[in-house]
């Protein structure tokens, strides 16, 4: 079974460029989530999606982030504009009817 | 506020040693607990979970965590350790299986 796919792996920008991030999750998996994780904390929930509909985004910094889940499957997160503090990995996790997360293996922002 | 610690942010142990790694939450009610681990580069693997029942549980490659309600505490360990096992640990809570807090991670080296 295909894990869930995320692109690219790396990205660097300058500060007020915009970027844009991927993931395709598992087969069958109907909630995708986005996760941030700076280094040295843990990951925290960016914005939540049942099939191609908002659960949650209430820690997304929606004056430049935004996400969206056409057709309930892939789903694409954009930065815009970027600030240095925006520097992280971008970690993207779909789950069944089971709860079970599974994690893709992110995709690394680096913000000069 | 629901919260998770993990006191200790590196440790090191002997191939062969045994390990615990502290977890600590603070929640409403009992939460749902959850152990992942990263390795350098990858995404999360969940190691183990605990909802309800028998408080000691097991997880993949040896792992166990002990939920102690009293302690508020979900604590990790595995009783010999190999070189493959260095990787960050984080500890999760949720008031169900998504939207889950993380800790800030236990980073654990190995010596041979």
């Known amino acids: 079974e295909a894990g869930v796919a995320q692109s690219p792996r790396y990205k660097i920008i300058e500060k007020r460029q915009s970027v844009a991030f991927w993931c395709n999750p598992i087969s069958g998996h109907a909630t995708l989530y986005w996760y941030q994780q700076i280094l040295g904390q843990g990951p925290k929930l960016l914005i939540q999606f049942q099939n191609n509909g908002v659960v949650d985004d209430s820690q997304l910094p929606k004056d430049r982030f935004s996400a969206e889940r056409l057709k309930g499957v892939d789903s694409t997160l954009k930065i815009q504009p970027a600030k240095l503090e925006d520097s992280a990995v971008y970690l993207c996790a779909s789950s069944s009817f089971t709860g079970e997360l599974f994690f893709g293996e992110g995709s690394r922002l680096t913000v000069l | 506020a629901q919260s998770v610690t993990q006191p200790d942010i590196h440790i090191t142990v002997s191939e062969g040693a045994s390990l615990e790694l502290r977890c600590n939450y603070s929640?409403?009610?009992?939460?749902?607990l959850f152990w992942y681990v990263q390795s350098p580069g990858q995404g999360l693997q969940l190691l183990l979970k605990?909802?309800?029942?028998?408080?000691l549980v097991q997880g993949i490659k040896g792992f166990e965590a002990e939920f102690k309600r009293s302690q508020s505490s979900f604590n990790l360990r595995k009783p010999s350790v190999h070189w493959s096992d260095a990787a960050e640990y984080f500890c999760?809570?949720?008031?169900?299986?998504?939207?889950?807090?993380f800790g800030t991670g236990t980073r654990l080296q190995v010596f041979p």
């Open positions: 605990y909802f309800s029942g028998d408080t």
């Open positions: 929640y409403g009610a009992t939460p749902y």
């Open positions: 999760a809570v949720g008031f169900n299986t998504d939207k889950l807090i």
